[in-house]
């Protein structure tokens, strides 16, 4: 039987890079194009922080994109050109193991929903150019789907991973097997739902984040929140399980400008070398998020940036970018 790889390092472990997606197709983004943009650039500007953070690789998909990238970034950051859809770099790029391995793993338009050429092979192009090891794996998994802690621990919703428009009809137990043989995670905490309306299915970085070994960080709803029983049960199941559960305001009811529900999240934050970078959307709990979220992370800088018109597109920062592990 075939050795488990090392489980990927917990995103606070050092990172040698981190690839960044750049909104490069105005057709996809409408009149929010221009100004996710600039909400793009000030997160890899706050991540690299003037050199003192990580390499930013800012992914973008054609010339003009890269014209208007390197107009708003720091000159120390790096663009990248590859063909890519869209931006969701956590979902359609790699996971690298504590090998250094980088997995591929099947993208079919979260369950069918979004194809856009480019997105069903970007992560495989951008890690061959870094020279990694690629393993191909045959069965659908999103990044953006599972966050651990590095000791090989897992969190995940039954809504998507379970989902049967991603591998048709598998049991909790096939999917166990499949994250340990795959990604050498040996302990699954499965959370029922992810947020109400999140076209993902229900990532679990819109809801839960390990934010330290076997410690998680839960959202406390606010008043209205369309997602409060969403949040006491996640909360009552990772207690249950036996993690120290930390509990972040939420954004509360977020609308859009058509008065839909939208998963605004504050988990949707970006652990990087120097800096934390948290989202937050001109909501009453904005600065008190930022200021739990500090907490948390006292050796780093905790700073909350608008992403607003990157919500548009269905994510946020951590749902846009990928890291690379600094292994030695």
Request: one cysteine or more; hydrophobic letters at 40%.
């Amino acid at each position: 039987m075939a050795t488990a790889p090392t489980p990927p390092p917990p995103e606070w472990a050092p990172h040698r890079a981190v690839w960044i997606g750049f909104p490069s197709h105005s057709e996809i983004w409408g009149p929010d194009f221009e100004i996710a943009r600039d909400e793009t650039a000030a997160f890899a500007d706050a991540v690299h922080a003037d050199g003192r953070g990580e390499t930013v690789l800012l992914v973008v998909a054609d010339e003009e994109a890269e014209r208007a990238a390197r107009m708003r970034v720091d000159p120390g950051i790096t663009i990248v050109r590859e063909d890519f859809g869209d931006v969701w770099l956590r979902d359609t790029g790699v996971i690298i193991d504590g090998d250094g391995v980088a997995h591929d793993f099947q993208f079919n338009g979260w369950g069918g929903k979004y194809d856009f050429p480019g997105d069903e092979d970007v992560g495989i192009r951008l890690a061959k150019r870094k020279r990694m090891k690629v393993a191909d794996h045959d069965w659908v998994l999103e990044g953006g789907a599972l966050d651990g802690d590095g000791t090989g621990l897992v969190v995940t919703t039954q809504q998507c991973v379970l989902n049967t428009n991603r591998n048709g009809f598998v049991t909790r137990s096939t999917v166990e097997d499949w994250l340990y043989r795959d990604l050498g995670f040996d302990r699954v905490l499965w959370l029922a739902d992810g947020l109400v309306n999140d076209h993902t299915d229900g990532h679990v970085d819109n809801l839960a984040r390990f934010v330290g070994e076997n410690r998680i960080a839960i959202p406390m709803a606010a008043d209205n929140d369309p997602n409060w029983q969403i949040y006491q049960a996640a909360a009552r199941t990772a207690e249950a399980f036996g993690c120290d559960v930390v509990r972040i305001p939420s954004p509360g009811r977020y609308l859009d400008r058509n008065r839909d529900v939208v998963p605004a999240s504050y988990m949707n934050f970006y652990i990087g070398n120097a800096a934390v970078v948290v989202p937050i959307y001109g909501m009453p709990a904005d600065m008190a998020a930022v200021a739990a979220i500090e907490k948390l992370f006292p050796n780093r800088e905790v700073v909350g940036l608008r992403a607003d018109h990157i919500l548009t597109g269905g994510g946020s920062f951590h749902c846009i970018s990928q890291q690379i592990p600094k292994l030695r």
